[in-house]
């Protein structure tokens, strides 16, 4: 036996998660299949191939389960048409800029229906009765408590869909004529609970029903091992420094998320999110660095970025007057913020609440929402989402709400204020500035025509009456959605596009799923159903069971 010399011809990257030295291990573990990281991807692998009958060892460097996002969504084949399901890979691929693998696309609409379903059911949600009437998409009282697993956890909202007629979202349109492609996207949480908290519960679940699930935390895999030309396990280091070969008769799953936190591989791959905050902690590259020492591919420059916000203050995208930290305005507000991120790459820094360690003088992504206490009088069809009432806006506040439900209190960011220059000592904006932004704001709407930047004309709503608001929006890096090349069946693939025999890549650390600058934002959750479904197909494939 021999470890696998440590090798990254193409790449500037860290190897700080890489021993570069011959192991000796103190201790060898016998399993069928050894999965590397307890998230999204990584517990449905482990779970699936436990309840498979084969001896499972899951390896996590946290001290726990860490999976992020609330929503996970599956193609359902039963509501949809053949031909709808087949545009819908051609409109996710149109979306994508042409560069996904649609055999990857394939894969989920084959495969994410029965993944969704297993996770819900093994976190402890009803999943027998979730879409079969469409009753969940009506986010009626019965659903919700069908939903529920007996203690907080539940699906408590749906952004479920179909895909049929002509679809339309701002400059795009499709048309799926008379053909159907229905989409299932629950809600778990609610927040501050999240998926990961689903995973924990799958995890526990899963080893005491199966007892073929080992899970060692604080345990990272450092280098892989190989055998007889395939990879045949993994070396993991435990809390106290020792040394662990962990064999793997039938495959090992590397499925250790993205490399937001990796600064060197950001610049390399996706220097798009450099200058911006990341959302989440420790995701640093370290199953790409990996698969690459196996012979594994990147997917090419110019990986996909995942950008939103959804914490600070109203939830979705309202075209309000959008300024930026200097008190300017900087867009069309109609624009989505699917792309905020790209239009915020040119705007100030600001140093605010969740600013990464990396940005010490600041980091890009700030810019802050205007608008009056007229808002609830506006048109019913003024807002993409439809008006959020002020006893929900209510809890956004900082502080006006003991206790509030379904957000993260350290975001808070939404501020009302009698007059314009509070808002602007609230928001940390230049008052002049702002001032002179709205007067020319007032301008343009009382003309009922945005010569500066194009928003139409039915989103133009001047800002004149007391009490104002304004929101301080921080978009963060919510992930980076590319990695090293896999075919349909979650396989690394060398150069030459033959697969690595014994190494498996799910989640976010395989492609080509996506391939476009922005991950598309069509269909809520399919990031989290993706992840579901191809650590299910890594489990399967390397069990013979597909």
Not at 90 to 99: A, E, G
Not at 180 to 199: D, Q
Not at 280 to 288: E, V
Request: aromatic letters at 10%; one cysteine or more.
């Amino acid at each position: 036996m021999s470890a696998l010399p440590f090798s990254l011809t193409d790449a500037e990257v860290s190897a700080s998660c890489c021993e570069l030295t011959p192991i000796t291990p103190a201790e060898t573990r016998e399993y069928d299949i050894v999965v590397v990281g307890a998230g999204a991807a990584g517990v449905p692998a482990a779970g699936w191939a436990a309840e498979s009958g084969a001896k499972t060892a899951l390896l996590q460097k946290e001290q726990n389960v860490v999976s992020q996002g609330n929503c996970g969504s599956a193609i359902i084949r039963s509501r949809s048409t053949e031909a709808g399901i087949a545009k819908w890979i051609h409109h996710t691929n149109s979306l994508c800029d042409w560069r996904a693998d649609v055999r990857h696309l394939r894969a989920y609409a084959d495969h994410s229906e029965e993944a969704l379903m297993w996770v819900l059911n093994r976190c402890g949600l009803t999943a027998e009765t979730q879409y079969g009437d469409g009753s969940l998409v009506d986010n009626n009282a019965e659903s919700a408590k069908l939903l529920n697993d007996g203690d907080r956890l539940c699906a408590f909202r749906s952004t479920s869909g179909c895909f049929t007629g002509l679809w339309k979202e701002r400059g795009n349109t499709y048309d799926y004529g008379d053909e159907r492609c229905y989409f299932f996207a629950p809600w778990i949480g609610p927040k501050p609970l999240n998926v990961g908290n689903a995973m924990r519960k799958i995890v526990d679940r899963v080893k005491e029903s199966t007892g073929n699930l080992d899970v060692f935390y604080s345990t990272p895999a450092v280098q892989l091992f190989s055998e007889n030309g395939r990879i045949a396990g993994v070396y993991g280091k435990d809390a106290s420094g020792k040394y662990i070969l962990f064999r793997a008769a039938k495959g090992v799953i590397l499925a250790t998320g993205d490399y937001t936190n990796n600064p060197e591989m950001v610049r390399r791959w996706c220097p798009d999110i450099a200058d911006f905050d990341k959302k989440q902690f420790g995701k640093t590259g370290d199953g790409h660095v990996l698969a690459i020492s196996a012979g594994a591919q990147m997917e090419p420059l110019g990986h996909t970025k995942m950008m939103h916000d959804f914490d600070s203050a109203l939830m979705f995208e309202e075209p309000f007057l959008y300024l930026n930290m200097n008190g300017d305005r900087f867009t069309n507000e109609y624009t989505g913020f699917v792309y905020m991120g790209n239009l915020l790459k040119y705007q100030p820094r600001y140093h605010g609440s969740m600013t990464d360690a990396d940005h010490p003088d600041g980091g890009r992504g700030w810019y802050c929402a205007i608008y009056d206490d007229s808002y609830m009088s506006w048109d019913d069809d003024s807002f993409v989402a439809g008006k959020v009432p002020p006893f929900v806006m209510e809890k956004f506040i900082p502080g006006a709400v003991e206790h509030p439900q379904g957000v993260f209190p350290k975001l808070l960011d939404l501020h009302r204020c009698d007059t314009l220059e509070e808002l602007a000592k609230e928001l940390d904006i230049p008052f002049d500035r702002m001032k002179a932004s709205i007067d020319r704001y007032n301008a343009l709407c009382e003309q009922g025509c945005d010569t500066d930047f194009g928003k139409p004309a039915k989103y133009l709503h001047k800002i004149e009456k007391a009490p104002f608001w304004g929101a301080r929006k921080h978009i963060r890096v919510s992930a980076e959605v590319s990695g090293v090349i896999t075919n349909e069946n979650a396989q690394a693939l060398r150069a030459d596009g033959t697969p690595i025999a014994g190494l498996y890549c799910a989640g976010n650390l395989g492609g080509p799923f996506y391939g476009g600058n922005d991950y598309p934002f069509h269909q809520t959750g399919l990031s989290l159903g993706r992840c579901y479904t191809f650590g299910m197909i890594a489990a399967k494939h390397a069990l013979g069971l597909m």
